[in-house]
C-alpha cells in the first residue's frame, strides 16, 4: 500500500456539522467527508482490493467507494487530519494477514494439576453430605 498515492486519491468534502457550537455551526462547514475509490485505486495491488472486499464489505458501497466522515471538532483541517487517520488505520488493520494459529496440547504438568484439583473439590463435596444410613 502507497500511503502518498493513496492520499492523494482522496476526494474530500465540507458538510455542515451538527452539534454544539452555537450559531458557528449554522455559517461553517467544519464536518469532513472522505471518499475512497477502492476499485480503481492505483496505490493497492489487485491482491490488496480482494482481501479488503473480503474483510470490509459493509462499509463499502455497490460502487466500490469507501466513505468516512469526521465533525468531532469545530476545525475543518482537524477534522479532515482525523479522517485520513482513520481511513489510513483501517486499511493497514484489514490488510494484515492474520498468523495461523498452532494447535497445542496441555503439558503433562497442567493436566496432573487439573485432575487434583478436581480430585480435591469432589472430596470436599462428598465431605459435605450427611452420611449414609443403612
Known amino acids: 500500500m502507497n500511503t502518498e498515492v493513496l492520499i492523494s486519491e482522496l476526494n474530500f468534502k465540507a458538510i ?22 477502492l476499485e480503481n485505486s492505483q496505490a493497492l495491488s489487485e491482491s490488496e482490493k480482494e482481501r479488503l472486499q ?27 487530519t482525523i479522517v485520513i487517520e482513520r481511513l489510513l488505520k483501517l486499511l493497514q488493520e484489514n490488510l494484515k494477514i492474520a498468523k495461523p494459529r498452532k494447535k497445542t496440547k496441555p503439558s503433562k504438568g497442567a493436566i496432573e494439576r487439573r485432575l487434583k484439583s478436581k480430585k480435591e473439590q469432589a472430596f470436599k463435596k462428598s465431605n459435605r453430605k450427611p452420611p449414609k444410613m443403612e
Open 54 to 80: 473480503n474483510k470490509i464489505s459493509a462499509k463499502i458501497s455497490s460502487e466500490g467507494i469507501i466513505t468516512l466522515q469526521c465533525g468531532e471538532t469545530r476545525s475543518q483541517h482537524r477534522n479532515k
Open 16 to 37: 455542515r456539522s451538527s452539534g454544539p457550537g452555537g450559531q458557528h455551526v449554522n455559517k461553517t462547514a467544519s464536518k469532513v467527508e472522505v471518499s475512497f475509490d
